[in-house]
């Protein structure tokens, strides 16, 4: 970092138009950028008095992937501790793999969105987890039912319980929860559970929409409508015909856009910019926000009646670290399917390991879980993962003692600090029960050393509903 406050990035690009919006866009951050145009001009920049300064490196693969690889290890080998990430047009796994084994510590995918190059950024100066390789995390398949989501904490359950009683029907959803809960995995099971099934499921990041073109992205536009509209464009309302839309990060949308996505829903028609009529559109939204709506309501902005309207059905998904119980079988659900992606291979954890992924509070929820396990499996050398492979991890500290994590996704106190009712407890175990074995009731009484009839009539007296456990 440089005497003034500013950190120092290292662009190795060949490409000045490239060069030129990333020092833009890292300039938002604080971040002042040099260059060096290939490998020779790389290695003298580090021996010069600002090189001994920088804070990270970011290197575009144009060059091919041997001789990129060979100049990331000679990074590493100058600069052992120095964050190396690797941009490139290609996101494959397999060249992600290559690039992290040579020493690069992060993998960006063009185009850049300019949120995810600051995110990047931040992570890696920050030695944290959350942000690494989130455009490849992303690409392992994760559309999965209802049944085969993974987490047995109660309130996970109750909130998938929600989502597929309201899978059925045509009502639009609202997803509540933090960034990297997993609410696309959930919109997903829903659109998989609905009648809607067998046409597509279309997402929408609507925070990545620059706000002037947030209407032509949604609603389609014909050819000369506006100014740079070379040819007509079909919206995502009508991609999505007859099927789900699914808007993720809802509450970034610009109010005027807000107006026009409250005409389509209460109409069931769009209205593409510079065409003559309007369309009908049949489609389910299914919305998903970071972001508590009805403060934002209440702060005034997002519509009320935007609101009202998407949140027919309200599904919050509770954080990792409120259900911490869940990580061990993350972990292993994740590995396995990590382990189905190119030159990697299927990978043991060993108690160790789960103790410390256990002990921590994971910020980027089930995502930065992931992103861990994918940058450990990267570079584990040997048939399980031990405690070792998470050095971020155990940098960072465990943020949850080990009693905390031992409470298995049953809280014993109150925020006073006295014991909860026994009862409440009781009514915990055994939602945690019925979640856990995925309503089997037959199971659930005979790991808990009841009869059947008791159950029931525990679930009556404590008012449980069997399937929203």
């Known amino acids: 970092m440089t005497r003034n406050g500013q950190r120092l990035l290292l662009l190795i690009d060949d490409e000045p138009a490239q060069r030129r919006l990333v020092a833009a866009l890292a300039a938002r951050a604080g971040w002042r950028a040099l260059f060096a145009a290939d490998a020779d001009m790389a290695m003298a920049m580090l021996a010069t008095p600002e090189g001994g300064q920088l804070d990270a490196i970011l290197l575009d693969h144009w060059a091919g992937e041997q001789d990129a690889n060979a100049l990331i290890a000679e990074l590493r080998e100058r600069r052992p501790t120095l964050p190396i990430l690797m941009l490139t047009a290609n996101g494959s796994v397999a060249q992600a793999v290559a690039a992290m084994r040579a020493g690069a510590t992060d993998f960006l995918v063009?185009?850049?969105?300019?949120?995810?190059?600051?995110?990047?950024?931040e992570a890696a100066v920050a030695g944290s987890a959350a942000g690494e390789l989130r455009p490849l995390t992303e690409k392992i398949p994760a559309l999965l039912a209802f049944d085969e989501i993974v987490g047995s904490a109660p309130d996970f359950r109750a909130a998938l319980a929600i989502a597929a009683k309201a899978a059925r029907a045509r009502v639009p959803v609202l997803l509540e929860g933090e960034s990297g809960v997993g609410k696309e995995v959930v919109a997903e099971a829903i659109h998989a559970a609905s009648p809607r099934a067998r046409k597509p499921m279309v997402a929408v990041n609507c925070g990545a929409i620059p706000a002037n073109l947030v209407e032509s992205e949604l609603f389609g536009h014909e050819k000369g409508a506006f100014t740079g509209a070379f040819e007509r464009k079909i919206g995502r309302f009508?991609?999505?015909?007859g099927g789900t839309?699914?808007?993720?990060?809802?509450?970034d949308m610009p109010l005027d856009a807000q107006v026009k996505l409250l005409r389509v829903l209460q109409e069931g028609e769009i209205h593409p910019l510079g065409a003559r009529h309007a369309r009908a559109v049949d489609v389910r939204v299914i919305a998903a926000t970071n972001r508590r709506l009805a403060e934002e309501v209440e702060?005034?902005?997002?519509r009320e009646d935007l609101y009202y309207r998407l949140n027919v059905v309200q599904v919050a998904?509770?954080?990792l670290r409120d259900r911490l119980s869940d990580v061990p079988a993350l972990a292993r659900h994740l590995l396995a399917r990590i382990a189905r992606q190119p030159g990697l291979r299927p990978l043991g954890i060993t108690d160790d390991a789960l103790h410390l992924l256990c002990a921590y509070d994971w910020p980027g929820n089930v995502r930065q879980l992931q992103n861990a396990l994918f940058r450990a499996a990267v570079l584990c050398e040997s048939d399980a993962l031990t405690a070792a492979d998470f050095p971020q991890i155990a940098m960072m500290g465990g943020r949850r003692s080990a009693s905390a994590v031992e409470g298995g996704g049953v809280q014993?106190?109150?925020p006073d600090g006295h014991m909860r009712l026994l009862e409440d407890i009781e009514a915990d175990v055994i939602r945690l029960a019925i979640g856990h074995y995925r309503g089997r009731m037959t199971e659930v009484a005979r790991r808990l050393g009841i009869g059947r009839s008791t159950l029931y009539r525990k679930l009556a007296e404590l008012g449980i509903e069997s399937n929203a456990a």
């Open 299 to 302: 702060a005034g902005r997002f």
């Open 110 to 121: 063009k185009p850049l969105a300019p949120e995810r190059l600051l995110a990047a950024l």
């Open 245 to 251: 839309l699914f808007l993720d990060e809802v509450g």
């Open 238 to 241: 009508q991609d999505a015909d």
């Open 317 to 319: 998904i509770p954080p």
């Open 412 to 414: 014993l106190f109150r």
